[in-house]
């Protein structure tokens, strides 16, 4: 029975959620029913990672297991042909070892957040991002952003029903740019670590918002860090700007086999 690993790629708006609901959309949901269409019978798919409700996702990846060892390409094809009209797309796909592990295997998440700075409602960006109506100070966001970096007990930026065993996590990166957007300037936050707890990310950019507009200094956020207490947090921010951009792994599996998932060459004429 061969294993593959898929690139998903969504839209988080119209999910509630990665993980399967028994009776809400889901983006695990409507790959497992897409797999049903191809091979009858019930699937379950693993991730890297679970998203929450409105989160997107760039680089997610999962595994399935079939019975048929189709071709990268053409599963690919088959599954972004039944996964219509919904705002998800297998973006890539290889055959890979029956001990890799889509979220075991992997060595790093890497998350992006985008934050709109102007008054007037985005349109085209509408769900994509979260909107602030005032501008940011992003020296300040980026020295208290610089308290977070390392390995630290993120009891105060993790949700009060994680399931995680621990609270003590290595935040390999935390970067804030400003980028002139298309529908205003944009802060763009990009983290990096091997796991997350749940909710981090949206605490940790809420909290550093409020720094911004100038509610907290750069200090108070190694102070909330050290409180260990999720009251000592900012609030959580909207997920609609929150990205899974990237799954790292030893060897990636979809450079390490792009070829084989890629179309098959025109017929000569």
Not at 53 to 77: S, T
Not at 150 to 179: M, N, W, Y
Not at 225 to 251: H, I, K, S, T
Request: with cysteine; aromatic share 8%.
């Amino acid at each position: 029975m061969p294993r593959f690993a898929l690139k998903v790629e969504y839209h988080g708006g119209p999910f509630a959620g990665w993980q399967r609901q028994r009776d809400q959309a889901s983006v695990q949901g409507a790959i497992e029913a897409a797999l049903a269409r191809l091979e009858p019978g019930a699937h379950t798919i693993a991730a890297a990672g679970r998203t929450d409700a409105g989160v997107h996702g760039l680089g997610q990846v999962a595994q399935c297991d079939l019975a048929k060892d189709w071709a990268p390409f053409r599963l690919m094809e088959a599954l972004n042909y039944h996964l219509k009209p919904q705002p998800v797309a297998i973006v890539d796909c290889a055959e890979v070892a029956d001990d890799w592990h889509a979220r075991f295997s992997a060595l790093e998440r890497q998350y992006k957040f985008r934050l709109l700075m102007r008054r007037a409602p985005a349109t085209h960006d509408s769900g994509l991002v979260w909107q602030v109506p005032h501008l940011l100070d992003v020296a300040a966001m980026q020295a208290g952003a610089a308290h977070l970096v390392g390995r630290h007990d993120f009891t105060t930026f993790r949700s009060s029903i994680c399931q995680a065993a621990s609270p003590i996590k290595t935040l390999d990166a935390l970067e804030i740019s400003q980028v002139a957007g298309s529908g205003g300037p944009e802060l763009r936050f990009a983290l990096r670590a091997r796991s997350f707890l749940h909710n981090q990310v949206r605490s940790i950019v809420g909290t550093l918002e409020r720094v911004g507009r100038g509610a907290w200094a750069p200090g108070d956020v190694k102070a909330a860090l050290e409180a260990c207490d999720r009251a000592a947090c900012g609030p959580v921010c909207p997920p609609q700007g929150l990205y899974l951009a990237r799954v790292v792994y030893p060897l990636d599996p979809f450079t390490a086999q792009g070829a084989r998932c890629a179309p098959p060459p025109l017929p000569h004429r």
